[in-house]
């Protein structure tokens, strides 16, 4: 079985927020303690690939005792997804290679720009020396949706509105991983309910619609379109207790779905 591990299931400003004195943010359950979203694969072959380098990934590495990782796989270039890069540095040395780092086109061009010394090395050091060496060893391997092969195993990648720009979407094996979106188009819907899919990950940032995300009334409607196993809300802001949405899912009589929690873990084929 393949392995899919929450590290984080918070969105961009994490919860609690820096300063919130609301309920949630001033939580004892530890289930409403959200790292920024990002996630681990566990394959059968052995391999682990991270999806989103958040700025908490150092710490989200270290609690769930992650010390492998082999490719990264980057939905886009927010900065709650990608602000963790540096943070990757010690694998590459690790295995004494670059790691492929899988992204949209536009999305790998941001990254391009906004880490120059990672990603543009030969420009960014065309006039000094590369000081002190420790410096991600990772590689840009730009994405067209489709079917794609990562260490022998099949992905399947889809674009995703998500406000100005794209959001990567991916299914593996009966998985299928969605974040940072406004809407799923129909066409995806029902290439993801025939995956008979076992573990469903989507976005669910906030009860009342969202310029750039969905909310719960969207996200349910396309939980009840997929009809996975087992759905798992993540991408949620402080405006969701988990006890509260547990008890709001059970109210509507939704019983699949869950709202996730960071150190979480999922098997799936």
């Not at 918070?10 to 530890?30: A, E, M, W, Y």
């Not at 010390?67 to 927010?78: K, S």
């Not at 009966?174 to 819907?189: F, G, H, L, Q, T």
């Not at 997929?226 to 988990?242: C, F, N, Q, S, V």
Request: aromatic residues 8%; neutral net charge; hydrophobic residues 35%.
């Amino acid at each position: 079985m393949n392995k899919i591990t929450i590290l984080g299931s918070g969105t961009s400003t994490g919860v609690p927020i820096l300063g919130c004195k609301c309920q949630v943010c001033q939580s004892n359950d530890i289930r409403n303690k959200r790292y920024r979203t990002s996630a681990v694969l566990e394959l059968t072959n052995g391999k682990k690939i991270l999806i989103d380098a958040s700025p908490d990934l150092r710490t989200q590495l270290l609690q769930n005792q992650i010390h492998q990782l082999d490719a990264v796989i980057i939905t886009h270039d927010h900065a709650d997804h990608t602000h963790g890069m540096d943070d990757l540095r010690p694998f590459g040395f690790k295995l004494k290679k670059a790691l492929p780092v899988y992204s949209s086109h536009q999305a790998a061009k941001d990254l391009r720009r906004k880490f120059p010394y990672i990603f543009d090395r030969q420009n960014y050091f065309s006039d000094k020396a590369i000081l002190g060496g420790g410096i991600p060893l990772l590689d840009q391997c730009p994405i067209e949706e489709g079917h794609f092969e990562i260490f022998g195993t099949e992905f399947e990648f889809f674009f995703l509105p998500h406000g100005h720009e794209e959001t990567v979407g991916l299914k593996h094996g009966k998985m299928a991983y969605i974040v940072d979106c406004r809407e799923i188009p129909k066409n995806i819907i029902d290439r993801l309910f025939n995956a008979k899919l076992e573990v469903l990950v989507i976005d669910c940032l906030r009860p009342t619609p969202h310029q750039t995300h969905l909310h719960l009334d969207l996200t349910l409607q396309y939980i009840d379109q997929i009809r996975p196993k087992i759905a798992l809300l993540t991408h949620m802001g402080h405006e969701w207790d988990y006890l509260e949405l547990t008890n709001e899912l059970r109210r509507r009589g939704v019983k699949n779905t869950f709202p996730a929690t960071d150190g979480a873990s999922y098997l799936y084929s």
